[in-house]
């Protein structure tokens, strides 16, 4: 009888605001898309949820979901990687300029795309082999490359590419833009790769203790070199698409996306109670900034107010993730 009357004394108790915190904390990205949402329809019910905003936001993220998929393997490993905006606009900048040289546009796609797996490959050999700091490395990466792509541009924005390159972007099948099925197409792959296949569970372990994966026969310099080489191979095809899309490309067109991919990513490790980073919570995060960026802007709402509102998402998402990670 002591005993039992001893474990009720300590047991937890559960308040409602300790119920209501918890739920919050677990559940509050999706509490917080739906709660733009809502926002949103209230202010503008004749505009926002009417199909055609509806394609415009899927639209808008479409390039987004591709980077930060791509941000997504990097993370789920545990590294970081800064230049995946600028080998975006590096890829872009390549075929571009080989298309108006008159190379055809499979070609020029194809040499785009193997400069963005080139530039993954360095970033791979420079954190997996030689052992540099993610930050540091493709911090200095993104340098490189971003006066690569200004060397290539000749620092202008290049015009008048094909109309059989600009379909990539600019078309629609039922009356849905393209780029929105090749995101969906992408995200997939990145997800089913993530969840169902070895490499895809070496890349969760690294990420959730190198030093047990390492003791446990993984090659982790394998694994990671591999996660960044793919990363730059995903960010090459969103910044192909972004070309295509805008019928235009430039040095700097895609650097935006570096800190989105980012804001996106920390979203997404919200989403589920580890903490870690995860696909489905990544796609989460493009669409709160995707409804957010298209709210404020049917608002009126100014761009660099739009920016503050970002850095402080965040910010939150950073403090969320951290308070899951010290549950764990």
Known sequence: MTTTAQATKTAPTTTPARSIARLLLHGGTVFALLALIVFFFAMRPDVFLTFVNV?????????????????????????????????????????????????????????????????????GILIAVVNLSAFVATLATMTSVVGLAYLVTAG???????????????????????PVYFAIV??????????????GRRWHAIGGNVEVSRLSGVNVRRA??????????????????????????SA???????????????LGMTVIKSGASNLGGTMIGVAIIGV?????????????????????????????????TRQR
């Open 55 to 123: 394609k415009n936001i899927l639209f808008q993220v479409s390039i987004l979901a591709i980077i930060a998929g791509a941000q997504t393997v990097v993370m789920v490993v545990g590294d970081f990687d800064l230049s995946v905006g600028a080998t975006s606009s590096l890829a872009g900048a390549v075929a571009a300029s080989l298309m108006l040289t008159g190379v055809p546009i499979a070609i020029a796609i194809t040499v785009a795309l193997g400069v963005g797996l080139l530039v993954g490959l360095v970033n």
């Open 156 to 178: 202008t924005t290049l015009f008048d590419l094909p109309d059989g390159f600009n379909n990539l972007g600019q078309g629609r099948l039922l009356n849905i833009p393209l």
């Open 186 to 199: 992408i995200s997939f792959i990145l997800w089913g790769a993530l969840r169902f296949t070895t490499i």
């Open 224 to 249: 990671r070199l591999l996660a960044f080489t793919i990363a730059g191979l995903v960010s090459a095809i969103g910044g192909i698409l972004l070309a295509a899309r805008l019928g235009s490309a």
């Open 252 to 266: 700097v067109q895609g650097g935006d996306n570096m800190m989105f991919s980012v804001a996106a990513v920390f």
């Open 292 to 324: 957010m960026s298209n709210g404020l802007n049917i608002l009126g709402v100014n761009a660099y107010v739009q920016q503050v509102v970002t850095g402080l998402i965040i910010i939150a998402a950073v403090t969320l993730s951290s308070l899951k």
